[in-house]
């Protein structure tokens, strides 16, 4: 507990919020507030959990990011994945977050309780654990997310086949992080001065990959741990860079985070994903490259070739501000539905379901009070 409770001091989170200020003094008020991102939904619940905006004081401007997997889903990859999971000779396992996202058909819960069997799992190697006892239906585990989680949706596709089980197979909605970046700095809208980036995402993928933000879009960034100390001393960097005039990647979370990565993550992603030429993310449309699937090679365990399933793009409904919220236009309380007609208990839109969703943490900050 004492290296937690470190990270929860309350005179180091004043030193740190007192450096910020210091730093800020140093830019020209014109050039306030700055707009900082967190890419990543877990940093998010973080600063809403431990009240982190409450020491700063009104120069900055936190925005919450795209980085939660269930949020950046479309309802048409949804609607995809209830069309297989209906289907008689499927089982489909999910991260159980992913149940309640709605499409136009509603959700994977609803699809349940109309006759589906989709499966609760902790990670695909309970979807292999199910496949290896099925004689008769295919097991489809429903792959989502950044880096972080292809490595074990890849490792668990080859050992699938160093197995020889036939009876598993991925629905790979797998996205990228740095098309995903790309595709923020290039979309119209508020400007960003810099970007607090995902430690467990980088501990895949290294540090380098980031440098295109940095060179070609001069903004800094900065690799943060999840600790509120974390989130604090990563800001404190990325506005002592902002005020020096630099555009760095810079890492703070360094006790975990290596400059390299892990190379044999990134082969085993290498190996089984291929670039997508376009998918659609929530917010920012269909992009090329943000989106992987499986690769030829393995087209035996790739959901989608082995059964037909349709992906429509479905917009969210009008009232929701989903999109506005994952580019970083729109606070989440700002949405019109936010809090009445959307809420944890009620979900209209996929922010507020995910453990990582924006607008769930503002919901939850908002009842809990200032």
Same mark, same amino acid.
């Given at each position: 507990?004492?290296?937690?409770? #470190?990270?929860?001091?309350?005179?180091?989170?004043?030193?740190?919020? %007192?450096?910020?200020?210091?730093?800020?003094?140093?830019?020209?008020?014109?050039?306030?507030?700055?707009?900082?991102?967190?890419? $990543?939904?877990?940093?998010?619940?973080?600063?809403?959990?431990?009240?982190?905006?409450?020491?700063?004081?009104?120069?900055?401007?936190?925005?919450?990011?795209?980085?939660?997997?269930?949020?950046?889903?479309?309802?048409?990859?949804?609607?995809? $994945?209830?069309?297989?999971?209906?289907?008689?000779?499927?089982?489909? %396992?999910?991260?159980?977050?992913?149940?309640?996202?709605?499409?136009?058909?509603?959700?994977?819960?609803?699809?349940?309780?109309?006759?589906?069997?989709?499966?609760?799992?902790?990670?695909?190697?309970?979807?292999?654990?199910?496949?290896?006892?099925?004689?008769?239906?295919?097991?489809?585990?429903?792959?989502?997310?950044?880096?972080?989680?292809?490595?074990?949706?890849?490792?668990?596709?080859?050992?699938?086949?160093? #197995?020889?089980?036939?009876?598993?197979?991925?629905?790979?909605?797998?996205?990228?992080?740095?098309?995903?970046?790309?595709?923020?700095?290039?979309?119209?809208?508020?400007?960003?001065?810099?970007?607090?980036?995902?430690?467990?995402?980088?501990?895949?993928?290294?540090?380098?990959?980031?440098?295109?933000?940095?060179?070609?879009?001069?903004?800094?960034?900065?690799?943060?741990?999840?600790?509120?100390?974390?989130?604090?001393?990563?800001?404190?960097?990325?506005?002592?860079?902002?005020?020096?005039?630099?555009?760095?990647?810079?890492?703070?979370?360094?006790?975990?985070?290596?400059?390299?990565?892990?190379?044999?993550?990134?082969?085993?992603?290498?190996?089984?994903?291929?670039?997508?030429?376009?998918?659609?993310?929530?917010?920012?449309?269909?992009?090329?490259?943000?989106?992987?699937?499986?690769?030829?090679?393995?087209?035996?365990?790739?959901?989608?070739?082995?059964?037909?399933?349709?992906?429509?793009?479905?917009?969210?409904?009008?009232?929701?501000?989903?999109?506005?919220?994952?580019?970083?236009?729109?606070?989440?309380?700002?949405?019109?539905?936010?809090?009445?007609?959307?809420?944890?208990?009620?979900?209209?839109?996929?922010?507020?379901?995910?453990?990582?969703? %924006?607008?769930?943490?503002?919901?939850?900050?908002?009842?809990?009070?200032?």
């Amino acid at each position: 507990m004492r290296f937690v409770d #470190e990270f929860r001091d309350p005179t180091r989170a004043h030193g740190l919020a %007192a450096a910020i200020g210091r730093n800020l003094d140093r830019i020209p008020a014109g050039r306030l507030p700055l707009r900082l991102m967190e890419f $990543c939904g877990g940093h998010t619940h973080t600063i809403h959990r431990y009240g982190l905006d409450r020491l700063l004081d009104g120069r900055i401007e936190l925005v919450h990011g795209p980085g939660c997997p269930v949020c950046v889903l479309p309802r048409g990859r949804v609607d995809a $994945c209830i069309e297989l999971a209906l289907r008689p000779d499927v089982i489909l %396992a999910s991260f159980g977050d992913a149940l309640r996202v709605p499409g136009r058909r509603g959700t994977l819960l609803e699809a349940r309780a109309a006759g589906a069997d989709v499966r609760v799992v902790y990670s695909p190697l309970d979807a292999l654990t199910l496949a290896r006892r099925e004689r008769e239906r295919t097991v489809v585990f429903f792959a989502l997310g950044f880096e972080t989680t292809m490595p074990a949706t890849a490792l668990t596709l080859l050992e699938a086949e160093r #197995e020889g089980i036939d009876r598993f197979a991925v629905l790979c909605n797998h996205v990228t992080t740095f098309a995903t970046l790309r595709a923020l700095l290039e979309a119209p809208g508020p400007g960003l001065d810099g970007f607090v980036a995902p430690g467990h995402v980088t501990m895949i993928t290294g540090t380098a990959p980031y440098a295109f933000v940095a060179e070609e879009f001069r903004r800094p960034v900065v690799v943060a741990g999840f600790e509120p100390l974390d989130l604090l001393q990563a800001l404190a960097m990325l506005v002592a860079q902002l005020a020096d005039g630099r555009s760095e990647v810079e890492n703070q979370y360094r006790r975990v985070v290596a400059a390299t990565g892990n190379a044999a993550a990134r082969a085993a992603i290498a190996r089984v994903f291929a670039p997508r030429e376009a998918f659609e993310l929530r917010g920012l449309g269909a992009l090329p490259e943000v989106g992987v699937r499986i690769a030829e090679r393995y087209a035996a365990f790739d959901a989608e070739r082995r059964f037909p399933v349709t992906v429509a793009s479905v917009d969210d409904p009008a009232e929701l501000r989903c999109g506005d919220v994952l580019r970083g236009a729109l606070a989440p309380a700002a949405c019109p539905a936010f809090g009445t007609r959307c809420t944890p208990q009620q979900p209209l839109g996929a922010l507020m379901v995910s453990s990582e969703g %924006a607008c769930a943490a503002a919901c939850a900050r908002h009842r809990a009070g200032p």
